[in-house]
């Protein structure tokens, strides 16, 4: 299984809402990954969680909060959310340690 | 911060047509990976390169690391309509394993059948 799986596809919500993304992975990896993608712009690192621990954060905002249950698991809580928030949402996961980031399909987010 | 100049910015060729691109850096890279994202999907790896010189091949993709570590190149041979989307470098560089990469801004490839 080499395949990191996002839930939701889709996701509408309102800045006052509360939501969570999902990520998982079944490769035996130990570092996961946040990124942010705008339009036919690069993936911007969001947050790096290696061996279970958050090891990096890009000066994210407050409002998005990651969590990681396991090694196998994270999630990207959202709350108060910005219309300018709005973007693909893509997890990562890699060997700890390892450059070669495996990447989900994303979360297309929309923040009314 | 770091940056890498990936170009072209976008092509338009015809199908069959071999399609060259590259990255380059002011800064010393460890590591070179390519993507291949389609539209509304996560970036797939396409090849990684680790060490100068290092020339790698994946079916109709060619990719080399650079000998001064700045840059890399990735040809596609023979381009058919499914090679359409936007490829991106990325590398890592200066202190290893910390898991940031920098990438390009993309190119975005379109095929005419």
């Known amino acids: 299984d080499t395949e990191v799986t996002q839930t939701p596809k889709h996701l509408v919500m309102g800045m006052t809402n509360k939501k969570s993304l999902k990520c998982e992975q079944h490769m035996g990896h130990r570092a996961m990954y946040w990124y942010k993608q705008k339009a036919k712009k690069p993936p911007e690192l969001m947050f790096v969680y290696s061996y279970e621990k958050l090891s990096i954060n890009e000066s994210v905002p407050s409002r998005f909060s990651p969590e990681c249950p396991n090694s196998s698991l994270l999630n990207l809580h959202l709350h108060a959310l910005q219309p300018e928030d709005s973007a693909l949402y893509l997890c990562?996961?890699?060997?700890?340690?390892?450059?070669?980031?495996?990447f989900g399909p994303g979360t297309r987010l929309t923040v009314t | 911060g770091q940056q890498l100049n990936q170009s072209p910015q976008s092509m338009f060729i015809q199908e069959g047509e071999d399609v060259s691109m590259n990255c380059t850096s002011s800064?010393?890279?460890?590591?070179w990976l390519w993507y291949k994202q389609d539209p509304g999907e996560g970036p797939v790896l396409l090849i990684a390169?680790?060490?100068?010189?290092e020339l790698t091949s994946n079916g109709r993709l060619t990719a080399q690391f650079g000998i001064t570590r700045k840059d890399s190149f990735l040809n596609i041979s023979a381009s058919i309509p499914s090679d359409v989307g936007i490829y991106f470098c990325?590398?890592?560089?200066?202190?290893?394993?910390?898991?940031?990469?920098?990438f390009g801004q993309g190119t975005t490839l379109q095929v005419k059948p």
């Open positions: 990325a590398g890592e560089y200066g202190s290893s394993n910390t898991g940031k990469l920098i």
């Open positions: 800064s010393i890279f460890n590591t």
């Open positions: 990562a996961s890699s060997q700890d340690g390892d450059t070669e980031q495996y």
């Open positions: 390169l680790y060490k100068a010189g």
